[in-house]
């Protein structure tokens, strides 16, 4: 069974950081594209950035140049650098393959206000 568990959300200033954390059991991450999607309130899920199994990036402009993703195959897990963080940001952040999709995870809220 798959299960993708997200962490490391919370509140934060604007201009603040945060490191994301996709934790997968079931399958093997490195053998998937891997994105992190957000869902702001209100709005649909969005993706923001994904990363290939081999070295093929690829952000959403809106996060370009402030958000990195990566991935530690040892540990099974996917990682979203957010730096510079703005309001516009906050949202319910989630992990998932991109294309067929498998089970979601119950995401990780980031709140990005003063």
């Known amino acids: 069974q798959v299960q993708l568990v997200e962490s490391g959300g919370g509140l934060v200033q604007p201009g603040g950081s945060l490191r994301l954390s996709c934790a997968a059991s079931?399958?093997?991450?490195?053998?998937?594209?891997m994105g992190w999607y957000r869902q702001p309130p209100g709005l649909q899920r969005e993706l923001v950035a994904n990363?290939?199994?081999?070295?093929?990036?690829n952000y959403y402009d809106l996060v370009k140049g402030r958000f990195s993703i990566s991935r530690e195959n040892a540990k099974n897990t996917v990682y979203l650098q957010m730096e510079r963080l703005r309001p516009e940001d906050t949202a319910v952040y989630y992990c998932?393959?991109?294309?067929?999709?498998?089970?979601w995870g119950q995401g990780t809220q980031v709140t990005v206000s003063s």
């Open positions: 079931g399958i093997p991450l490195n053998m998937y594209v």
């Open positions: 998932n393959t991109v294309g067929p999709k498998k089970s």
């Open positions: 990363i290939a199994s081999g070295s093929g990036i």
